[in-house]
């Protein structure tokens, strides 16, 4: 007699699910695949999902544990959804437990249940909506708050309210705003009507997308920055909503979020649901909810809002397609983008990738015919493409990373009433404490890197583990005194601004600055309003924000790219420096951009700033194809880490002997090396490579290599991973 049984993905790092016996009393016939199912494993009892009801199994019945409770009645992960996670677990050779609880949120990993008395939310009083935000100007954040409430008055969700709780609180004590539950609805509300007329190039681009709308069609929009990507979004959007439909748009990094969020509360008088790494447990749980039951019509997020299920699915954007955020580095290491891809396609529905700086990857589909290119050649309005110098340092004397050509050309722009925009992508006060008596410098005892001084708590800090400790006032190594700073990190540099332009004020954004919740959005604000003059930042302030009134942007060090070890480095150097030099004239005033560099005659530096990342993409995928480097072929990474290099090593070599002995063909193998950082955390790193120009016979012997692993002795001697499709090399 054959029993029925649960086929179940357990959160653990084994490659396979396990069968249970049902739970006493429960009805077979009511199971869904996709709900959550409470199972004992091992000593603990965890949360797993249900893939399948079966009656058969690989174990005998009597051996079989009995599953304790279903705790929904309709599963949580949508059938697209759950079939993408299954794709991506077998794609990327990762735990299918584990790929699945990665992709729930946390309150639903821990058996919370999926459906809210109350979504909470904040409107406007009656006396709020008599209240002018500008008497708020000396305090942003409730003016930010006050503005987006006044032009949604049916209110707003409180995970669509970049703030933390004591600024809404202290509103509501002034008798301004007041909290309320958003009911959930079927329906999507009305769209505004459109504030901007499209220009050739953006109708375009709009009835290509539209024509497709109800089938699968992947776009590459490539415009110009400032060409005006997000109007073509919002007018697609609009229609999307028109039909009763859901829109999701992906954004790479959380500094994105809040920008586009206010773009769309201005568009369209829907709650919106925002998913992010910023918003706590309740927030993002309430979020996903407004997603799944179609309260929200647009849903906007960072890379893990793939997973968010959707009701009513019309659209998928993602905007900065290129940026290596999107890849999820540890891990579950998938990629958002190639998800929304396969997402799209399963759902038959179009998805539009966006960037000025389209990857490599993008590119070859689009030579390949596999995507559709779009492209917006010009800025909107009157706004120009900025003009480019370069400035040779090598003859230079540096004032903390500033030189006398840059600091001449800031002068001229803020004497003429511009913004002035500082790119410096290293944080802290310097990299790198030195012993001028012998050498010597500060080094963390854990990783193979150098300590970076942080002025403002005086200690010395790894950007790698994270360890920190107070600065050193006498040399470890000759007991001298001369210990100095070396190098320029933001905080340096923002010292130097301070003593130069005393009468201006200036703000810093970088991961230090806003570690306080709401902080980055108010800085930004600052920035975007004109009221600080000097901007300097990391690549947080970089990406994607439209500041108008800035007219020179300076690079303060451009040759990171220029000679790394890593293949991919001179691309993400030119999609940078093009990302950051766009954010110069983009109103009426022209745009001026300086680059500070020590090799000005490189090859790759004068294509980019002489005929434009287009050309330099060209070259660069030319490149690729005669070293047979991606993405013209394939790459997965092994990687291994154990608390001895030999071991580490040891391992992989194993490994490598066990690829060779398998004799399957078109696969190439490299290695085992050290990582680049070898040591991290107290622990040391080695990775293999392998490569092949058939991404199946890749498969194939990954396949076959993960489940030889999972039951390998010599593989519980370390940690040890598979990265397919690796950004970082």
Known sequence: MHKTLLRIAVPSPLYRSFDYLLPDGTDAST?????????PFGRRTVIGVLLAVTSESAVETHKLKRALAILDREPVLNADVLAMVQWASDYYHHPIGDALTAALPVLLRQGEAPEASAIPAWRLTAAGSAVDSGTLARAARQQAIMTALQQQPQGLARSA???????????????????????????????????????????????????????????????????????????????????????????????????????????????????????????????????????????????????TPLLRPGLIIVDEEHDASLKQQDGFRYSARDLAIWRARRL???????????????????????????????RTGIARPPTFRLIDVREQRLEDGLSAPLLAHMHQHLDAGGQVLLFLNRRGFAPTLMCYGCDWVAECRRCDARLTWHRHDNRLHCHHCGSQRPVDTVCPSCKGTDLHPVGQGTERVEQALAEHFPAIENIRIDRDTTRRKGELDRLLEQARSGASRLLLGTQMLAKGHHFPNVTLVGILDADHGLFSTDFRASERMAQLIVQVAGRAGRHERPGEVLIQTCHPEHPLLQLL?????????????????????????????????????????????????????????????????????????????????????????????????????????????????????????
């Not at 199971?31 to 199972?39: C, F, P, S, T």
């Not at 809404?168 to 959930?184: A, M, V, Y």
């Not at 993409?617 to 690729?624: D, H, N, V």
């Open 31 to 39: 199971l869904k695949n996709g709900v959550r199912v409470r199972v």
């Open 609 to 729: 700033i002489t005929e434009g990342y287009p050309a330099f993409a060209r070259a660069a995928l030319t490149e690729r194809r005669s070293a047979q480097m991606p993405p013209i072929t394939r790459l997965a990474l092994l990687r291994a880490e154990a608390a001895s290099a030999d071991t580490a090593m040891g391992f992989l070599a194993t490994v490598q002997q066990r690829i060779r002995a398998t004799g399957l063909p078109g696969v190439e193998v490299w290695g085992p090396v050290p990582a680049t950082m070898e040591r991290r955390a107290g622990r040391f790193r080695a990775q293999l490579l392998l490569q092949s120009a058939q991404l199946g016979a890749l498969q194939r012997l990954l396949s076959t290599l993960v489940r030889e692993l999972e039951v390998s002795r010599a593989a519980r001697q370390v940690r040890w991973s598979v990265d397919v499709d690796p950004v970082d090399t």
């Open 348 to 378: 038959d529905i179009p998805v539009v990738l966006g960037s000025a700086t389209p990857s490599l990857e993008s590119l070859l589909n689009v030579e390949q015919e596999r995507y559709q290119r779009l492209d917006l050649p010009e």
């Open 161 to 307: 309210l970049e703030a933390p709780a004591n600024v809404l609180h202290t509103l509501q004590d002034k008798g301004w705003i007041e909290p309320f539950n958003l009911e959930p609805a079927t329906g999507c509300c009305n769209t505004s009507a459109s504030p901007h007329t499209l220009n050739p190039a953006q109708q375009h681009a709009v009835d290509s997308i539209l024509a497709r709308f109800g089938e699968f069609a992947p776009f590459l929009l490539e415009g110009v920055t400032g060409s005006g990507k997000t109007e073509v979004y919002l007018t697609l959007v609009e229609q999307a909503l028109s039909q009763q439909q859901q829109a999701l748009v992906l954004v790479p990094e959380i500094g994105l979020t809040p920008q586009l969020v206010d773009r769309f509360q201005q568009r369209f008088p829907v709650p919106l649901a925002v998913l992010h790494s910023g918003l706590s447990d309740r927030e993002r749980l309430n979020a996903w909810q407004l997603a799944r039951k179609g309260t929200a019509p647009v849903i906007i997020g960072t890379r893990s809002a793939i997973f």
